[in-house]
C-alpha cells in the first residue's frame, strides 16, 4: 500500500481509539513520508493542540528554521511526537502516556523508514536508546535495531540556554554529514 494512505489509516485508527489517554486534539505528524530525516519531539504544547500540527510554536519556529538553515525544506522531512495529544498544562507526558502511544510511533516510523531518526529531546531519545543522557549523546550517530538515531537538544531547552543553543545549532549543522556517512555504510553492507 502507498505510504500515504497506510499514514492516513494509521491516524484513523488512532483518531477511533478511545482508550488513548489525554483529551486534546490528535497531533498526528506532517511531511513526506519519503523522507531521509524523521524529527521525533515529546508532546504537542498548546500552539500545536489549536493547529493540530507538530511544532508550529516557538520551538518549532527554531525547529523549522534550523532546517531551512540546512537548505532542506519543511515539506521533505516527516515532523512528529511521540505522545501525540497535548499533556495539560504542558507537563512532561507520563510513563504510562508514553507507554500507550509508543505502539503507533512505531508503526508510524516503519512505514515512514527514515534514513535517520532524530529525537528531539530525553523522552524520545530514551524511546530508542534507555540508556542515553541527551547532555552526553546528543549530537552522536547510534545504531538500534533497523535505525540510525542522532539525538539532539529539544528546541525548547536551545531556547532557554545559550550554551545548549550553541550545541544544537552546532550539531543540526552536521546531520547532512550524519546522512552521508549512513549512505558510506550502506554502500558497504550492499
Ligand atoms: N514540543 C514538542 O516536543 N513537540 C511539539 O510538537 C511542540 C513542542
Redesign the pocket.
Known amino acids: 500500500m502507498d505510504k500515504v494512505l497506510e499514514l492516513e489509516k494509521l491516524k484513523q485508527e488512532m483518531a477511533d481509539n478511545n482508550n488513548l489517554p489525554l483529551a486534546s486534539n490528535l ?1 498526528f505528524g506532517e511531511g513526506n513520508p519519503d523522507c531521509e530525516a524523521l524529527f521525533i ?5 498548546l500552539v ?1 493542540d489549536e493547529q493540530k500540527r ?2 508550529v ?1 516557538r ?2 519556529q527554531l525547529l523549522r528554521k534550523s532546517i531551512r538553515e540546512l537548505s532542506w525544506k519543511e515539506e521533505d522531512v516527516y515532523i512528529t ?1 511521540i505522545v501525540k495529544r497535548r499533556p495539560p498544562e504542558n507537563r512532561d507526558p507520563l510513563p504510562e502516556e508514553i507507554e500507550m502511544y509508543k505502539p503507533y510511533l512505531a508503526r508510524q516510523i516503519k512505514i515512514i523508514n527514515p534514513k535517520v531518526i532524530v529525537p ?2 530525553r523522552f524520545s531519545m530514551n524511546y530508542f536508546l534507555p540508556n542515553a543522557k541527551i547532555t552526553r549523546d546528543q549530537g552522536k550517530l547510534f545504531k538500534t535495531g533497523s535505525w540510525f538515531v542522532a539525538p539532539m537538544f ?1 528546541p ?1 531547552a536551545a531556547l532557554r540556554a545559550p550554551t545548549i543553543m550553541q550545541e544544537f545549532q552546532n550539531n543540526f549543522k552536521n546531520l547532512p554529514l550524519m546522512i552521508k556517512k549512513i549512505n558510506e555504510i550502506g554502500s558497504i553492507n550492499n
Open positions: 497531533v519531539g515529546e508532546a504537542p504544547g500545536e507538530p511544532f510554536g520551538s518549532g511526537n528531539l529531546g529539544h525548547a
